[in-house]
Structure formats: structure tokens, C-alpha cells
């Protein structure tokens, strides 16, 4: 399964959308790859990927996207796409306040399973709350209240107009460079377990070992 790391010399971000079915995550992806926009729902089954190559921070990256489904009767298969990501965003419609209930369930599942996986929080469909402010069901701060929480980003997109969307994942391509040596995977290999523990030992005397919740242990 497509993942985090480096092949010929870019780096791959492995990168999940997670969220509620329905909430607009295959056309933020669909806008982000390919400039398109439809407004037939057709559900995912399962999960989809897609990567697309960019440049963040004057480094070669591949975003290795997968799209998951959001209907419950996936849920089950979801861990293994969240598996080894770096970057999970979390979708809620803006105009649906159940699909931003479920958005703390996820959180608490990355948190849980995922250590190097950095959230990024997206309320999708600005466009009809642009049209009609009446329709928002989730107020701009209580998303900005999460975000801090976590001291991640909160975006709000429209795949319809496009607002936003090359914007969220340029982002995760410059926070995974800015933190690129925190990750295991650009982590020096190491020979053998005595020279590991060798390694840690010295690290925790100079008191740079760190264990740290989701979010709190990246630079900005
Ligand atoms: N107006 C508007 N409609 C949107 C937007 N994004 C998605 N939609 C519509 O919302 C519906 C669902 O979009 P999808 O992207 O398929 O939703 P999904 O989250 O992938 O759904 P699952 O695959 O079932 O998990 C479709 O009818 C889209 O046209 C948006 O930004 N604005
Ligand atoms: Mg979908």
C-alpha cells in the first residue's frame, strides 16, 4: 500500500481523507487532482487513491492520496488506510452538523494508533453557506477550538468554486518538509540493537527523547 517515505529521490506523504459519507471528500479530491467537479453522488466502496506530484518548500514530494468511504458499513476497513499516514484530513459539511460529530471520533482514533499522523480539520461545501449564511450548522470557532487543541490548521473548501482546496494540500506538503526528520521513516537506519539502545540512552541524557500527543511535537 502506497505510503510515507522516499523513492528516487521525492518524498512520498502518505495522506487520508476520513469523514462521513456524503461530506464531499472524493470531489475535494477529484477538484485537488484532477480540476473537477460533479454533482452526482456516486458513494465510495471502500476507498480510492490517487497521487499527484508537487513541490513544497523547494523539496519533490507524492502525495499518495486515499479517498476512504464514509458510510459506516466500511468503518471497519478504514485502519487499514489510516495506517502509516502522515497527514488525515478530517472532512464535516459545513451545512450538516452530524458529519462534525463524528469528526471527534476520528480524532480520537488517530490519536490512538497513529502518532505521526498530523490532522488537518476541512469543512467542506463553503460554497452553500456563501450562498445562504442561514444554512451553516457549524459555527467557525467551535472547528478553530479543535484545531487548537491539536495546533493544527482548520480550513473550510468548496470543490465546487475551488476555494481552498490546492490550499489544504500544500499545506500538508510543507508541514511533512518542515518536519521531515521527526518521522521514522527519514530517520537514519540503525545497525544493530545495541547500537539503538546505545543511541536512546545518549539521546535521554541530553534530554531530547520525547513522547508527545498528536499535534503538540511538530515545529510550525
Ligand atoms: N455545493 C457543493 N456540493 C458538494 C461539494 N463537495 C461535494 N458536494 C456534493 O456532495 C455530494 C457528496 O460528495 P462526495 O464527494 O461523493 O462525498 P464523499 O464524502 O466522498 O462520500 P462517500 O464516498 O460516501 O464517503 C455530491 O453530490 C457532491 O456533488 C461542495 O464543495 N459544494
Ligand atoms: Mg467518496
Not at 444554512?135 to 467551535?142: D, F, Y
Not at 489544504?168 to 544493530?192: A, L, W
Request: hydrophobic share 30%; charged share 25%; with cysteine.
Amino acid at each position: 500500500m502506497a505510503s510515507s517515505g522516499s523513492k528516487d529521490g521525492q518524498l512520498q506523504i502518505k495522506v487520508v481523507l476520513l469523514g462521513a459519507a456524503s461530506v464531499g471528500k472524493t470531489c475535494l479530491v477529484s477538484r485537488y487532482v484532477h480540476d473537477r467537479f460533479t454533482s452526482n453522488y456516486q458513494n465510495t466502496i471502500g476507498a480510492a487513491f490517487v497521487s499527484k506530484k508537487i513541490e513544497a518548500l523547494g523539496k519533490r514530494v507524492t502525495l499518495n492520496i486515499w479517498d476512504t468511504a464514509g458510510s459506516e458499513r466500511y468503518q471497519s476497513m478504514t485502519k487499514m488506510y489510516y495506517r502509516g499516514a502522515r497527514a488525515a484530513i478530517l472532512c464535516y459539511d459545513l451545512t450538516e452538523r452530524t458529519s462534525f460529530d463524528k469528526i471527534r471520533y476520528w480524532v480520537g482514533e488517530l490519536q490512538e494508533n497513529e502518532q505521526h499522523c498530523r490532522i488537518y480539520l476541512c469543512g467542506t461545501k463553503k460554497d452553500l453557506i456563501d450562498n445562504d449564511t442561514r444554512t451553516r450548522a457549524v459555527p467557525q470557532n467551535e472547528a478553530g477550538i479543535i484545531a487548537q487543541d491539536l495546533r493544527t490548521e482548520h480550513f473550510e473548501t468548496s470543490s465546487l468554486t475551488g476555494e481552498n482546496v490546492e490550499a489544504v494540500f500544500q499545506r500538508i506538503g510543507e508541514d511533512y518538509v518542515r518536519n521531515m526528520h521527526s518521522y521514522p521513516e527519514n530517520q537514519p537506519k540503525q545497525e544493530d540493537d545495541t547500537q539503538q539502545a546505545f543511541h536512546i540512552g545518549k539521546s535521554e541524557e541530553k534530554g531530547t527523547t520525547s513522547s508527545c500527543a498528536l499535534g503538540s511535537c511538530f515545529k510550525r
